[in-house]
């Protein structure tokens, strides 16, 4: 079986990306490992099938690098934005809606290879859980998230430090991605994450993205909207709210990095 794909980028964050339109492919989370990964395959930190929707514009079908299905994923849906301007959909009212998991988004393009999403409200912010020697806090941004504060972000080990808090069932059950921050401004952070699915740091993450600056917010360490967050490929996306956290959005690049084909 060869599968023509688009490897994309959103701020560091990267992902094979296919159009399935014609409901082509169905493939095993065995197919969807072999080819996320980093040596042997084409090395993604997830997989999206864009997909027909009966009530929407698309439907992002994610998948982790580990080949099972992933809840939302902030920077995929981005690429998916982009990549679903790039083929010809094209919504009548210049606002992407589409479906990715049992959640309904929105986005619209704000400028070449940019795109702004428009977030779900955040769900079960939980403060002051001791995960061995850190304090994390919690919320569900489509995804869940643990988040450490720290004063140097450059030393942290996030690989062995964000494996140890992620495995923690008896406070996060299921597991939960792990974010540690450095609050750079008072509209500004940087973030480092260890992601679930992927079990281990990656470049970017946009649902910890999100959960970093209204968790920030809600704490006092930051004192206004939009945040800049600052992520490992050293891009920076932006997170705008408002005080109710029941309209928020994620801004930032999506590109793509080439195309090209696979024999499965």
Sequence with gaps: MQIDFTKMSGAGNDFIVIDNRQSVFSLTHEQVRTMCARRTGIGADGLILVETSEST???????????????????????????????GIRPAAGRYRFNAGPGTYEAEVTGKESVRLHMLPPTDFRDDMQA??????????????????????????????GRAIRHREELFPGGANVNFLEVTAPDAL?????????EDETLACGTGTVAAALMSYR??????SPVKVTVRSGETLMVGFNDAMDEIYLEGPARVVYRGTITL
């Design 132 to 161: 061995g020697a850190w304090n994390c806090h919690f919320v569900n941004t489509g995804s869940p998230h643990a988040i450490a504060y720290v004063n140097d972000l450059d030393k942290i080990d996030v690989f062995a430090e």
């Design 57 to 87: 514009d698309f439907r992002m079908n994610y998948h982790n690098a580990d080949g099972y299905p992933g809840t939302m994923c902030g920077n995929g849906g981005r690429c998916a934005v982009w990549f679903a301007h790039l083929i």
């Design 219 to 224: 704490l006092g360490k930051v004192a206004s």
């Design 190 to 198: 940087s973030i480092r994450t260890f992601e679930r699915g992927v």
